[in-house]
């Protein structure tokens, strides 16, 4: 029942390589956020999806990252050769509701990527 | 897009109140002030969140002035488990640039 459930929860790539992360989030939840937060720093905002569609992908650092959620539901971040400055907690949020008042967002545990 | 400024760490005790203030003096009309905590090793979970005046819940109470340029997060009572960072948003959800986290208050508390 849960919560917003990421996969993997960790991941080590070479330098080069392409990952995804996965994102499950509530049942029922309209928005899917994703962050990404470097050590030590707050999370940054990557890209927002209201439903199927991608309505804001300003905070996406380069043409290497995208993003999809083609059924609404679960979504998936992926990143084509990875480079070091990739590596960081990616943090997938989901909320119940997309309006003028804030639904509070619910965050998964996110996936730590570790680029060597 | 509004921009905030928190304390970068505070220090308590347990049993003690503590009180987290944020500034956002370029706030816009339709945007919601909205608090967030953060675990080592887990995903920001909510708090509270308010427009005017005061909100109060289980967990906190927020205190926003009438010019709505600060906010005041209030944690009654403090334990160890509290320990977190906290983390001010202001802004509304989905708009463009979305919610910007920024840096947090690192709280910790001591026995």
């Known amino acids: 029942g849960a919560g917003v459930s990421q996969s993997p929860r960790y991941k080590v790539a070479k330098r080069g390589q392409d990952v995804a992360l996965r994102c499950d989030p509530i049942?029922?939840?309209?928005?899917l956020f994703w962050y990404q937060q470097a050590l030590g720093q707050g999370p940054e905002f990557l890209t927002y999806f209201q439903n199927e569609a991608q309505l804001d992908k300003s905070g996406l650092p380069s043409d290497r990252f995208f993003a999809e959620r083609p059924e609404g539901s679960v979504s998936t971040l992926k990143i084509q050769r990875t480079q070091q400055e990739d590596s960081a907690v990616y943090l997938c949020a989901s909320s119940l509701v997309s309006s003028r008042v804030n639904s509070p967002l619910h965050f998964g545990n996110g996936t730590r990527l570790t680029v060597t | 897009l509004a921009k905030t400024t928190q304390p970068i760490s505070m220090d308590s005790y347990e049993g003690q109140e503590v009180n987290i203030t944020c500034s956002h003096n370029?706030?816009?009309?339709?945007?919601?002030i909205t608090w967030y905590q953060q675990f080592p090793s887990q995903g920001p979970r909510f708090i509270i969140q308010g427009y005017k005046t005061k909100v109060t819940n289980e967990v906190a109470s927020l205190f926003i002035p009438a010019d709505r340029k600060s906010s005041t997060l209030s944690l009654p009572r403090v334990s160890l488990s509290d320990t977190a960072v906290y983390y001010c948003?202001?802004?509304?959800?989905?708009?463009?640039?979305?919610?910007?986290f920024g840096k947090g208050t690192k709280l910790s508390v001591k026995p």
């Open positions: 370029n706030i816009a009309t339709n945007d919601y």
């Open positions: 948003l202001v802004g509304v959800q989905g708009s463009q640039g979305n919610l910007i």
């Open positions: 049942s029922g939840h309209v928005s």
